[in-house]
């Protein structure tokens, strides 16, 4: 059981992960990823809102969907918990942080529509795990996508100051660093 649980977290992290390795949740990589504490703050939002989801998807795939045969509204089902996951960290953090929020804008509440997150949740159903495994994979999926993010916010910031010519200033050197970025994480295939 620890060994499953090392491997995916592993694999979720570094060789799987869902940024560089599956290309799901791109748009927050790229639009928030312009300074580290704003993408810190969507990090942590990620994680709470995948970790729970995962764990709620999972008891409603197991003992609703699948008890009753409505596994075809499997993603419609997803969506509504992801949703109101969201609506919850985004009250949460305007009402503790209003910096963060402002600074975090379109992309807070559009963490619904991350695909990462709805990703998430169905590959953990359709790679049959239990409970533990699930949280553990979502968990491990969200640090993954926490890792990306703050990598590439801090070579963005390290970037502004850099010589970088006219014609590749902004979204193609952005664009260029995260495929970079992509062939160094997949440096760590074979790992498990």
Known sequence: MLGSIITILISTILVNNYIFAQFLGICPFLGVSSKVETATGMGVAVTFVVVIASAVTWLLQTF??????????????????????????????????????????????????????LGVTVLNVQNGYNLVETVISGFGASVGFTIA???????????????????LQGVPIALISAGLMALAFSGFAGLV
């Open 149 to 167: 993010l703050i990598l590439m916010a801090a070579l963005r910031e390290r970037l502004q100051y850099a010589n970088v010519p006219k014609a």
């Open 64 to 117: 609703l969907l699948n008890q009753f045969g409505l596994e075809y509204l499997q993603t419609i089902i997803f969506i509504l918990v992801i949703a109101s996951l969201v609506q919850f960290v985004e009250m949460v953090i305007k009402k503790l942080s209003p910096s963060l929020y402002t600074a975090m804008g379109v992309f807070l509440p559009l963490i619904t529509t991350n695909c990462m997150v």
